[in-house]
């Protein structure tokens, strides 16, 4: 049972857009900047979204990321087949001590 | 190029030990925290431990605290974890990754069997 709740699985067609969500509490996502990572098939995670909405050098703007309390959501435009992959959201928690919490996976199939 | 690398990994027996190395390159490894995240086979991400970029705050997961422990060689620009007293549930893929520079490596499994 993950920290961070996200649905295990979403669907979309090529070139549409997808949005995944990202459950918390004060104690995490409520109080601590959201990163989102993409793991691709036996690869490592990469990351596509930190400080809530920022992107590192080379993530195309069909990524983007924002916060509202204690939820965060991760949002992908105009799908391609190549961004099947798993989505991970992580933040730091504070609840009894410091810990840095995932989210259990969002699977995201492009149909 | 940015690069983490991690090594070390392999076939250990319920309660044996192990270390994994991670070595940086590429970027001012000093400068950044690192952590250990590991992938259970066909499970989520699960972060491990935490160590700031001059090793004087280090944090660990309830499910690894009093087993493992993480160090750090700035020196050697390389981040370690000890492990000892492996169980099964210890088994994944250990990756090496600086969460606040998006930096991973490309993981190093465990496979704590007999």
């Known amino acids: 049972q993950s920290v961070l709740t996200q649905p295990p699985s979403v669907s979309a067609a090529p070139g549409q857009k997808v949005t995944i969500s990202c459950s918390g509490s004060?104690?995490?996502?409520?109080?601590?900047?959201v990163s989102w990572y993409q793991q691709l098939p036996g690869t490592a995670p990469k990351l596509l979204i930190y400080d809530n909405n920022k992107r590192p050098s080379g993530i195309p703007d069909r990524f983007s990321g924002s916060k509202s309390g204690t939820s965060a959501t991760l949002g992908i435009t105009g799908l391609q087949t190549g961004d099947e992959a798993d989505y991970y959201c992580?933040?730091?928690?504070?609840?009894?001590?410091?810990?840095?919490?995932f989210g259990g996976g969002t699977k995201l199939t492009v149909l | 190029e940015v690069q983490l690398v991690e090594s070390g990994g392999g076939l250990v027996q319920p309660g044996g030990s192990l270390r994994l190395s991670c070595a940086a390159s590429g970027f001012t490894f000093s400068s950044y925290e690192m952590n250990w995240v590991r992938q259970a086979p066909g499970k989520g991400l699960e972060w491990v431990s935490y160590?700031?970029?001059?090793?004087?705050?280090?944090y660990y997961a309830d499910s690894v605290k009093g087993r493992f422990t993480i160090s750090r060689d700035n020196a050697k620009n390389s981040v370690y974890l000890q492990m000892n007293s492996l169980r099964a549930e210890d088994t994944a893929v250990y990756y090496c990754?600086?969460?606040?520079?998006?930096?991973w490596g490309q993981g190093t499994m465990v496979t704590v069997s007999s």
């Open positions: 992580g933040t730091w928690d504070s609840s009894l001590s410091a810990v840095w919490v």
């Open positions: 004060s104690s995490n996502i409520g109080n601590n900047y």
């Open positions: 160590i700031s970029s001059s090793g004087s705050t280090i």
């Open positions: 990754a600086s969460l606040s520079k998006g930096i």
